[in-house]
């Protein structure tokens, strides 16, 4: 197979963040923020990188353990959709996390096709914990991914929370994970876009939650932010066709229901 590729990204909770930059308080608390000002869409990226998460993210937190051969077929298809990175498992022990057990199998199983990157997570739980973004950015952590993995921010905490953190870190090292919790998912990426945020984690057909926030579910959908952005004129390089084709496929293997609107408009129309 070659060899595997270390951990190249860190997931910081977004809720951390808030706690440590003490502006803005508990987000569970209440604390709206002030009414943002009325302005023109300025300054979209041309581009945006999507860093698909749903064969992990998104695998890792469904209850069912879904099977190798279907996690590899999984991951074949999103290779064909355009998609550049495409998180495929975690190298965490299978006790706490038994979803991704076959950690090894997937990375030997799958076609890894030229051009797309195969990241894998190795947390450290401390780490996670621990650390804030200042200090993954001077331990070398080239991309920090800011996430909202109960899905509670809103626009006006996401344009506080990235005006702080991007006082210490360059935008170029900083990426988006929101979670759709409370439908707040597509709104606050856009705000990330307007602060200049040019890669956003999403999730196939909106798998799986995140495992450091109980009870948290709904990963932002792949096809719905692509839906956006194409909306937006940005490119991204995926056919939102063929990733609406991948997220059928996990859903009918699972036996779920998508949680991408946009599949839904597209697929259940006319189906009792
Ligand atoms: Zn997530």
Redesign the pocket.
């Known amino acids: 197979m070659g060899n595997v590729p270390s951990a190249v990204k860190h997931?910081l909770s977004y809720q951390q963040l808030l706690r440590e930059h003490l502006w803005i308080g508990d987000p569970g608390a209440g604390v709206l923020p002030a009414p943002v000002q009325a302005t023109q869409l300025p300054g979209l990226p041309e581009y945006v990188k999507i860093v698909e998460?749903g064969p992990r993210?998104?695998l890792q937190?469904e209850k069912t353990i879904v099977p190798t051969n279907i996690k590899i077929e999984l991951i074949n298809q999103l290779s064909q959709t355009g998609l550049s990175v495409i998180e495929v498992t975690s190298f965490v022990s299978a006790k706490w996390v038994p979803q991704m057990a076959d950690h090894t199998e997937v990375m030997k199983g799958i076609d890894q096709r030229p051009g797309v990157h195969y990241p894998v997570l190795t947390p450290n739980l401390q780490g996670f914990h621990r650390a804030v973004s200042k200090k993954l950015y001077g331990m070398g952590c080239y991309e920090i991914s800011l996430?909202d993995?109960i899905g509670v921010g809103t626009p006006g905490n996401m344009k506080k929370m990235l005006e702080s953190v991007m006082k210490e870190i360059p935008l170029s090292a900083l990426a988006v994970?929101c979670?759709d919790t409370y439908g707040q998912a597509l709104a606050n990426i856009l705000t990330a876009l307007q602060m200049g945020i040019s890669v956003v984690?999403s999730?196939v057909s909106g798998l799986?939650?995140?495992p450091y926030a109980k009870g948290a579910t709904g990963?932002v959908a792949t096809e719905d932010v692509i839906y956006m952005l194409n909306g937006l004129g940005i490119n991204t390089g995926v056919n939102l066709y063929k990733v609406m084709e991948a997220g059928n496929f996990i859903c009918m293997a699972v036996n779920k229901t998508t949680n991408s609107k946009v599949a839904q408009a597209s697929f259940n129309v006319g189906i009792e």
């Open positions: 997931c998460v993210d998104g937190n996430g993995t994970h979670h984690d999730s799986g939650g995140c990963n």
